[in-house]
C-alpha cells in the first residue's frame, strides 16, 4: 500500500534501545549490512572486501530493495521498517530493529547504496559522505540491494587507530560471515577478499551440508544431528562425536531465533553436555539453534546484539544440556534424531517450525506489515538423506525433515561408523591391552582398560542413582592397615568410604576392618581397591564440592578398579567386555574422556601395502 514503510521512530522508543558503539570494526559493519540483507529476504548475498574491509566493504543482495524514499529514510538514524512501538521490543523477530546499523556505517564512511524493487523500473543510486546525502539518482541494477561502503573511520582517527593488521580484520569478517552463513544453510553466500574468493556456498539444503561447505568433508562426517523439543524451547543442531575435542571453544556456534549469540550459560550446557567425554579442558566442536518465542528472550540487551537475556534461563540449559547429553549417549542409533524430533513435527505444507521461518511467517501474519518476508521460507533441516547401512548404524544417516519437496537428496555423507562392538569378529587380544577386532570398512582396537573403566563407571552411576552402590561381602573379612599420618582423616571419610560400597570397621586406631567391596569389581580385589582409593584420597578426604566431586571419585574408583593394560584377558573376557561395552551409555570414551577405540580404516592399510 505504502511506499514509506522506513520511518523514524518515536524518540520515547528509540530511548530504550541498547545503546552504544554499533560498528567498531569493520566486522560489524559486514555483519550488520548481511543482517539487512537477510531482513530484506534475499537468497543469496555476495560480500567484497578491500584492505581488511577498511577499503571498501561491498554487499550485495537479491532482497527486496527499497523504493526511494525508503533509500534516503534508511540512512537516518533510528530508521526502521521493523518496529513500530515499544512494545514490539519485547518481541523481535528479525535481525535489525534498531534503525541504527546504516546511519552507523554512514556516518563513518563513504555509502554508496544501489537498491530496486522487482515492482518498480528503475533503481535508485545514493551517495553519501559522512552521513550526508550528497548525490541521488536513478540506476539500472536487477532487484535487490547493493550497498559500497569505502574508507570505514576515515573521518574518526581514533577508531581507526584501533584496527588491528588487515589480516586479523579480514580473519574477523571471515568469522563473523561463517556464523550467518552457518545459520542460514538455505541462502547462498560469496565473500571474496582482496579479488579472491574466501567462501563461496551454495544454496544447502541441510545444516550439515552447509557445515561441510565451510568446515570441509573431514569434521562434517563426525557430527551428530541432534533436536530436542520442549513446550516453548526447541534445541536442535549439531554436535561432533566424543571422539572429537578441540584445544578451543572457537567450534562452538550458538544461535538464537537465529541470530549468533555469545552466552555463557549455553556454553557451560553445552560443554557439560560432554562432561567426561572429552577430556577436561578441551572443547566440543557444536552448532545449536535455540529457538523459541521471541517474547521468551531479549535481544535488545548490547549494542552489538550479540547478548541476549532468556525469561527462563534455567529451562534453556535443560533443554540445551539434555538434547546433546541424549544424544551422545549413544552414539550408535541413527535414529534419535528422527524419533525425538517426529512428535513435534508440523506437517510438511505449514513447516513452520524452524527457527527462521518462525520468524518470518508470524512476521507476515502480522496485518499491519507490509514489509516483504523478513526471512527465508524453507524449515531448518539439520542432516540430508541417505541410506542405512545394516552392518553399521551410522549418525547422521536419517534426515531430521523427511520433506522431499526440496529436490533430490545430497549425497549420502559418509558418517564416521560407532560399531556394536560384540557384534564383530575379534581378532584377538595384542600388548595385553589391547583387543584387535575387525570392521567392515577395517581393522578396530579397544583400549581395554578404557573400555571397562566406562562400563564400571556407569554402572556404579546407575546403581547410585537406584539408591546406592551395591556391595558384595567378602568370605572372610580382611584387615587394611592403615598409614599412622592419615589414619584420623580415613576414618573421618568413613561415612564416604562405605558410599562407594565399601562395608568397613574401624577395628583400632590404624586399621580398618573390610567385609565387602563394590559388587561391580567382584569381592577379590577389594583391599587392593580400597587401598588404591585410600592412597589417590586426598586432604580434604573425599568430600569435595559436592555431587561433582563425588562423581570424581567414582572415577577413581572405575579406574583403580578396572582391568589394566598388561592383563592377558580369556576368550569369555573378551566378549562379555565387548557385550557390556555394547550396553553402556557413553560408550565411545573412557570417564576422563580418552577414546575407547581407534580405527585403522582398510584402505588406509590396503595403501600402506601398496595395493
Ligand atoms: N539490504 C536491504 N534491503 C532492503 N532494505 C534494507 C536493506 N538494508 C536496510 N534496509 C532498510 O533500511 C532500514 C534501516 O536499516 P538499519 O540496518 O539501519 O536498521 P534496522 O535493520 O532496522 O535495525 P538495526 O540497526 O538493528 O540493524 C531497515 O529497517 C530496512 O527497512
Ligand atoms: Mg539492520
Redesign the pocket.
Known amino acids: 500500500m505504502s511506499d514509506h ?2 520511518h523514524i521512530l518515536p524518540e520515547q522508543v528509540a530511548s530504550q ?1 541498547a545503546a552504544g558503539e ?1 560498528v567498531e570494526r569493520p566486522a560489524s559493519a559486514v555483519k ?2 548481511v ?3 537477510l ?2 529476504g ?1 537468497r543469496s548475498v555476495s560480500v567484497e572486501i578491500l584492505g581488511g574491509g577498511s577499503a571498501l566493504i561491498a ?1 550485495a ?1 537479491d ?4 523504493t526511494r524514499a ?2 534516503i ?3 537516518r538514524r533510528h ?5 513500530r512501538s515499544a512494545a514490539d521490543l519485547t518481541a523481535i523477530r ?12 554512514a556516518s563513518v564512511s563513504h555509502l554508496r547504496m544501489q ?1 530496486r524493487r522487482a515492482a518498480d523500473d528503475n533503481g535508485v543510486e545514493l551517495a553519501a559522505q559522512a552521513g550526508n546525502i550528497e548525490d541521488t539518482r536513478t540506476c539500472a541494477i536487477a532487484a ?2 547493493r ?1 559500497e561502503v569505502r574508507q570505514l573511520f576515515f573521518n574518526t582517527p581514533a577508531r581507526l587507530k584501533f584496527l588491528k593488521t588487515v589480516a586479523t580484520e579480514q580473519g574477523a569478517i571471515a568469522e563473523s560471515f561463517q556464523r550467518v552463513a552457518l545459520a542460514n544453510h538455505q541462502i547462498a553466500f560469496r565473500l571474496s577478499a582482496d579479488g579472491r574468493v574466501v567462501f563461496d556456498l551454495p544454496r544447502a539444503n541441510s545444516v550439515l551440508e552447509r557445515f561441510r561447505q565451510v568446515f570441509g568433508p573431514k569434521i562434517a562426517t563426525k557430527m551428530l544431528a541432534f533436536d530436542l523439543d520442549r513446550p516453548g524451547i526447541r534445541a536442535q543442531g549439531l554436535a561432533a562425536t566424543s571422539q572429537e575435542s578441540f584445544a578451543t571453544g572457537r567450534m562452538l556456534y550458538t544461535f538464537v531465533n537465529g541470530r549468533a549469540v555469545r552466552d555463557r550459560m549455553l556454553i557451560r550446557a553445552v560443554e557439560q553436555a560432554y562432561q567426561t567425554l572429552i577430556p577436561r579442558g578441551r572443547h566440543p566442536a557444536t552448532i545449536l539453534f535455540i529457538d523459541m518465542r521471541p517474547e521468551d528472550v531479549d535481544v535488545n540487551v548490547h549494542p552489538m ?1 550479540t547478548e541476549v537475556r532468556f525469561r527462563n534461563g534455567g529451562a534453556v540449559f535443560d533443554v540445551v544440556y539434555h538434547a546433546i547429553r541424549d544424544r551422545l549417549s549413544d552414539q550408535t542409533d541413527s535414529a534419535s534424531v528422527s524419533t525425538s524430533a517426529e512428535p513435534s513435527m508440523p506437517p510438511a505444507d505449514d513447516a513452520a517450525m524452524g527457527l527462521i521461518t518462525m520468524s518470518s511467517k508470524t512476521t507476515q501474519d502480522r496485518a499491519d506489515d507490509r ?1 516483504p518476508s523478513m526471512r527465508s521460507d524453507s524449515p531448518l533441516r539439520l542432516v540430508p538423506d541417505a541410506p542405512i547401512d545394516k552392518a553399521f548404524q551410522r549418525p547422521l544417516t536419517l534426515a531430521y525433515d523427511r520433506d522431499a519437496r526440496g529436490g533430490s537428496p545430497a549425497a549420502p555423507i559418509p558418517a564416521t561408523p560407532i560399531p556394536m562392538y560384540s557384534q564383530l569378529r575379534v581378532i584377538g587380544q595384542i600388548f595385553a591391552g589391547y583387543i584387535a577386532l575387525e570392521t567392515e570398512e577395517g581393522l578396530l582396537l579397544i583400549d581395554q582398560h578404557a573400555a571397562h573403566e566406562r562400563v564400571t563407571f556407569e554402572k556404579l552411576r546407575r546403581e547410585l542413582r537406584d539408591g546406592g552402590i551395591r556391595t558384595q561381602s567378602m568370605l572372610a573379612p580382611v584387615s587394611v592397615e592403615l598409614n599412622p599420618a592419615r589414619a584420623s582423616q580415613v576414618h573421618a571419610a568413613i561415612t564416604e568410604i562405605r558410599a562407594m560400597g565399601f562395608e568397613v570397621e574401624p577395628f583400632g586406631p590404624t586399621t580398618l576392618l573390610l567385609k565387602g567391596a563394590p559388587a561391580v569389581f567382584g569381592p577379590e580385589g577389594g583391599a587392593k581397591l580400597l587401598t588404591d582409593m585410600i592412597e589417590s584420597m586426598g586432604d580434604a578426604g573425599f568430600r569435595g564440592g559436592g555431587e561433582s566431586a563425588f562423581e570424581n571419585w567414582l572415577k577413581q574408583l572405575a579406574c583403580h578398579g578396572s582391568v589394566r593394560v598388561g592383563r592377558v584377558l580369556e576368550p569369555a573376557e573378551i566378549h562379555s567386555l565387548l557385550a557390556d561395552l555394547d550396553r553402556t551409555e557413553f560408550k565411545t570414551n573412557c570417564p576422563h574422556g580418552r577414546p575407547v577405540h581407534i580405527q585403522f580404516a582398510r584402505g588406509q592399510i590396503e595403501r600402506m601395502f601398496r595395493r
Do not use: P, Q
Request: without cysteine; aromatic residues 2%; charged residues 20%.
Open positions: 514503510i522506513v534501545i554499533v550488520e549490512l543482517e539487512n540483507s531482513d530484506a534475499a554487499v543482495d532482497g527486496s530493495g527499497m525508503d533509500a529514510l534508511s540512512l530508521a526502521t521498517s521493523k518496529i528479525t535481525l535489525g530493529f534498531r534503525g541504527e546499523a546504516l546511519a552507523s556505517i537498491t535487490g540491494t550497498i546484539k514489509a
